[in-house]
């Protein structure tokens, strides 16, 4: 099967950044836009593009006709949802099935498996996989809630099945409160998703974020492309990505790997996915849940297995073989991606939508940066933040990380608030450079004054530095810290 042209199906750097690989294969592509999005580089650097409709993305980017129609009209051979959107919709898979055009992405009835977190586990279960102890299917009553409670201890999990990153999750700290808390999951669980079953794991206290990559094709070949952490994450919404995992050996991401592939093709899965898994503070890891999807920070399994993804995806669409086993990859180096958000981080992260007055990227060796904005452009409310990722790739991971600190300081952004000073501050605490961080890292560490502190950090440490050095220069760099510590500023002013 030949793959011609594509539709993206998705916005923004996503968009862009399938477009890249299309582009280098020799694929033509079609570009489906809101009008909000009318003049963004996606749009300008697709084959064809056409709009579907109003901002909102009820009204556009999630309107399976609309889509279906682009696509028929343009003589579209498959389709590309990025992630988001409908992405993981397995009705929009079902009528790409229908419509005898390709979905780059897993067949529909993966897509159901994996959305639903108790299938999923049976799946992962019947694989011999690690599961959290917990309970064995949906709890039904409150009898039963008390009875796996006794075995798992307290503090427990109550988890909504069709839930998944966190949504519909509750602790329960003792038995005095299961009954009102399995009742409120479950009418949560209802209203939200439609669907009211929830069950009970253990809760793993410090736990750590790692995901295991896989590509597999049609032909029954998976292959895992190691780990990323993202451990570090603010309600849910992950801030910094790498790969390798600081805390990984050898033995246990051998282990964890074959895991996911074996979850894979449990559910007879096609093309790239992700395997989450927590790990516990004595290394044991427990599967979570599986992605169907490419992933926000894909870019940090390319950049240590060099490997375009994207391509990947779009060769096991197309019918082919994977062109490489196991054994020949290996991770070379270290990479490290921040999200960078035009948000307020001394103010609750609220959202600073506006126009990037001023949007100069950070260049040079190991850095990229995947974005779909242009200074001028206005960030529209319609749609996630997120202005860019930022990625960077080094030897090591401390070269990495001195790379990222070189990159967010050469970002120059004016006119929205950005979580620039979030991102550094995070790389650059002791506990994400030591490696000894859980998922709790934000909440222990993170109070709005300590981007304050940093930038005094910064003048400080340049003080102390002048006061030791006799050089001619010292009246410049003074300068140069104050102007960057201006720059800090301006980034917080609000346009
Ligand atoms: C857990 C857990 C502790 N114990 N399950 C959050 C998102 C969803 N994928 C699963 N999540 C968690 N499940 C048990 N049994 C802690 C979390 C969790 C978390 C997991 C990964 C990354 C960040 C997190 C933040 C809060 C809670």
């Not at 897509?111 to 639903?116: F, I, K, L, Q």
């Not at 108790?118 to 009875?147: C, F, H, M, R, Y």
């Not at 994977?322 to 992260?349: C, M, W």
């Amino acid at each position: 099967m030949n793959i011609k042209k594509v539709l993206i199906a998705n916005r923004g750097e996503i968009a862009l950044r399938i477009m890249r690989t299309c582009r280098e294969m020799g694929i033509q592509t079609v570009a489906v836009y809101s009008e909000v999005d009318r003049v963004a580089p996606f749009v300008k650097y697709a084959d064809e593009a056409y709009c579907i409709g109003p901002a909102p993305s009820n009204q556009s980017y999630l309107v399976i006709d609309k889509i279906v129609d682009v696509a028929r009209k343009t003589n579209t051979d498959a389709i590309h949802p990025g992630y988001g959107f409908l992405s993981e919709n397995p009705e929009f898979a079902r009528r790409l099935e229908r419509e005898s055009i390709i979905l780059i992405g897993p067949s529909a009835s993966a897509m159901e498996v994996m959305g639903s977190k108790l299938a999923a586990k049976e799946t992962a279960k019947n694989q011999n996989i690690p599961l959290v102890p917990g309970s064995e299917g949906a709890i039904v009553d409150l009898a039963e809630a008390k009875n796996v409670a006794r075995e798992v201890g307290f503090p427990l999990l109550i988890k909504a099945s069709a839930g998944g990153g966190g949504k519909g999750m509750r602790i329960v700290e003792d038995e005095a409160s299961i009954d009102e808390q399995l009742n409120l999951a479950m009418n949560e669980a209802r209203s939200a998703f439609g669907d009211a079953s929830v069950f009970i794991e253990r809760y793993v206290k410090s736990p750590r974020h790692i995901e295991i990559q896989v590509l597999a094709d049609k032909h029954g070949n998976a292959v895992h492309l190691f780990e990323r952490e993202c451990s570090i994450q603010r309600r849910h919404q992950k801030v910094v990505e790498e790969a390798p995992s600081s805390v990984l050996t050898d033995a246990i991401r051998n282990e964890m790997g074959k895991c996911a592939i074996n979850l894979a093709l449990g559910c007879k899965y096609e093309g790239a996915g992700t395997v989450e898994f927590l790990l516990d503070e004595n290394l044991n890891f427990y599967f979570l849940e599986m992605n169907t999807r490419l992933q926000v920070e894909h870019p940090v399994s390319e950049l240590i297995t060099g490997i375009d993804l994207v391509r990947q995806q779009i060769l096991v669409a197309a019918g082919e073989a994977l062109s490489f086993k196991q054994e020949d990859l290996s991770i070379q180096g270290h990479a490290l991606e921040v999200r960078v958000y035009a948000e307020d981080p001394q103010n609750n992260f609220l959202p600073d939508i506006g126009t990037l007055v001023t949007y100069e990227r950070p260049q040079g060796p190991g850095i990229r940066v995947d974005d779909g904005f242009e200074q001028g452009m206005d960030i529209p409310i319609y749609y996630d933040p997120m202005i860019s990722k930022l990625i960077t790739y080094a030897g090591t991971r401390q070269e990495a990380i001195d790379r990222m600190t070189r990159a967010i300081d050469e970002y120059k952004i004016t006119g929205v608030t950005t979580t620039l000073p979030f991102c550094k501050f995070a790389i650059n605490h002791e506990a994400f450079k030591s490696g000894k961080f859980d998922t709790h890292f934000v909440q222990s560490y993170f109070t709005p004054d300590v981007l304050d502190e940093s930038n005094e950090g910064d003048y400080l440490a340049i003080a102390a530095f002048l006061a030791d050095s006799p050089s001619s220069n010292n009246q410049n760099l003074v300068e140069n810290s104050e102007q960057k510590t201006n720059t800090w500023k301006s980034q917080r002013r609000r346009y």
